[in-house]
Each structure stands twice: as C-alpha cells, then as structure tokens.
C-alpha cells in the first residue's frame, strides 16, 4: 500500500458529461501529480501542485481542470468527456515535489461509452 | 526534443534467471533517471534511481547501470522470480524538471 488514496477505483460515463477523481496524497507528502495511462500512450503527465499551489503542467486538455485543496487532497475535474479519454488516471504524491521517488495511487479506471 | 525510449516491449525469462531491461534517453543533460515496476492492476511502484553522478547503483536483488557515453540506462534483476512478472518504466529528468516516461517494458516469468 503506498499511501495515496483515490477514488472511484471505476468509473462508468457517457459522451458529454463531467466527472471528478479524487486523490489524497500520502501523510506529509505536500506535492500532487495526475497522470494518464492509455494502452497506447504509456504514463502521461497531466499536472503537478505542490502545497496548493499549480507548479507543472504537462499535457493537459483545456477540458480538464484540477485543484489541490487546503488539506492536501486533490480533484480532477474532465468534462465534455470524449471516447477517447478512456483510460487510466493515477495521482501520485512526493514530499517535496521535484519529482523525486514518486508514490502512486491504484488508480481511477474511466469508462467512457 | 527529449524523448525516452524502451529497446523491447516485451521480455520472456525462465525462472532463476537474470533479467535485464534496457532503456535509451535523448537528453544528455538528464541527470536523474527512475526505475519503477507496475503489477497489473496496480500504479507504478519505485524501485530504484540514480544521478548522473554515478554509473552503477544497487540495491535489493535490483541494479541500475548508467551508460552517459551512449545515453543508455538498464535494470538488472538478479534470480527473477515470479513476483517480478509486471511492466517496467524507466523515466528521466527532463529539462523542465518533470520526469519523462518510457513506454514500457513487460517482463514476462516462465516457470
């Protein structure tokens, strides 16, 4: 168990709607990081906040919108959801967040139908 | 630009045997590369990093080799087990300080 926790582990949707994954990073770990995983696209960097606050951003569509709150936890919010975001969406969580060792969440499956 | 990539998609290795992943990288300026392993069902798992600093690191039954000349990094796996059956992902520091992913290797156990 790494520590990170997100929620849904599933998630079935439709064309067109809006959903929210949500993730809490590791006790004391003040940095998040989303990312996509899609079977031919390999780990995608999404976007990366470090104690609330936006530090990277990496392929992320103007479509999808994250935040990190004030107790850490973090959402991500997609809309307008298309077949082709299917896919895996894992957070994961770092101490200081220069992307040193990485802990990952189990991951939020999206199904988009 | 930066790009990180992975030799073999796929790796069969009998049981007992080593096992050894290899991972190319563009930027010769990386000076951080990670190895993390990833079960099926599960989100990548860390297990091992170096600095460019080094060439070799080591650590429980897994070493990392570091090849700067020819910007090749590899994970060795000694006495592969059937627990080690997962994808593994090298990534590296990007310019941008953001790490970079490689596609994937899928290390495959045979009894």
């Known amino acids: 168990d790494s520590g990170v926790t997100q929620t849904p582990k599933h998630l079935i949707t439709a064309t067109g709607q809006r959903v929210t994954l949500r993730c809490s990073p590791r006790?004391?770990?003040?940095?998040v990081y989303w990312y996509q995983q899609s079977l031919d696209q390999g780990l995608q960097f999404l976007i990366q906040?470090?104690?609330?606050?936006?530090?990277a951003k990496g392929n992320i569509l103007e479509r999808f919108s994250a935040q990190q709150f004030p107790d850490l936890h973090s959402e991500l919010n997609l809309s307008s959801l298309e077949l082709g975001d299917s896919a895996l969406y894992f957070c994961?969580?770092?101490?200081?967040?220069?992307?040193?060792?990485?802990?990952f969440g189990s991951g939020t499956q999206l199904s988009v139908l | 630009g930066e790009s990180v990539g992975l030799h073999l998609p796929t790796l069969s290795v009998q049981e007992g045997d080593n096992s050894i992943i290899n991972c190319a990288y563009s930027?010769?300026?990386?000076?951080?590369f990670i190895w993390y392993k990833q079960e099926s069902g599960k989100g990548p798992q860390f297990i091992i990093d170096?600095?460019?600093n080094m060439d070799k690191r080591q650590g429980q039954r897994v070493t990392v080799l570091l090849n700067k000349t020819v910007k090749h990094l590899s994970l060795q796996i000694a006495a592969t087990q059937p627990g080690d059956s997962a994808v593994y992902f090298c990534a590296e520091m990007g310019s941008n300080y953001q790490l970079i992913w490689g596609a994937g290797t899928k290390l495959i156990i045979k009894p």
């Open positions: 930027n010769s300026a990386s000076d951080y």
């Open positions: 006790s004391g770990d003040l940095s």
């Open positions: 906040y470090y104690n609330g606050e936006e530090r």
């Open positions: 170096i600095r460019s």
């Open positions: 994961a969580s770092s101490k200081q967040g220069a992307n040193e060792k990485l802990f």
